[in-house]
């Protein structure tokens, strides 16, 4: 677990571990998805995804495998979760996260 109060928490990045800081300074349980906002020094700085509204960039298109969609001011590859072609400008929620790309539905509103 990351726990801003002691300073304490690691995250595993496919094979390796890294010593890692919460990017909103609050806890973040073991176990929970996060994603790489940044660097400070040797630490990584991440942040909880799942759940978070991103905005798409780039239209997610199922049949090209394209589309981006940007979350704490960092565009990433997003694949649509159910198979659904995702315009630009669209809110969505990310749902998951499979190795670089953000796994995401339409957020509904």
Request: aromatic fraction near 4%; avoid cysteine; charge should be positive.
């Amino acid at each position: 677990p990351l726990d801003p109060m002691t300073e304490a928490g690691m995250v595993r990045v496919y094979k390796e571990e890294w010593r890692a800081d919460s990017k909103d300074q609050k806890p973040v349980k073991a176990g929970v998805k996060v994603a790489v906002t940044g660097i400070d020094g040797v630490h990584l700085v991440v942040a909880p995804i799942i759940g978070q509204v991103a905005e798409v960039v780039e239209r997610i298109d199922p049949t090209s495998g394209k589309g981006k969609v940007r979350i704490y001011d960092i565009t990433w590859r997003a694949k649509s979760s159910d198979n659904e072609s995702l315009k630009t400008g669209r809110k969505v929620k990310i749902v998951d996260a499979s190795g670089t790309y953000m796994i995401v539905k339409l957020k509904e509103e």
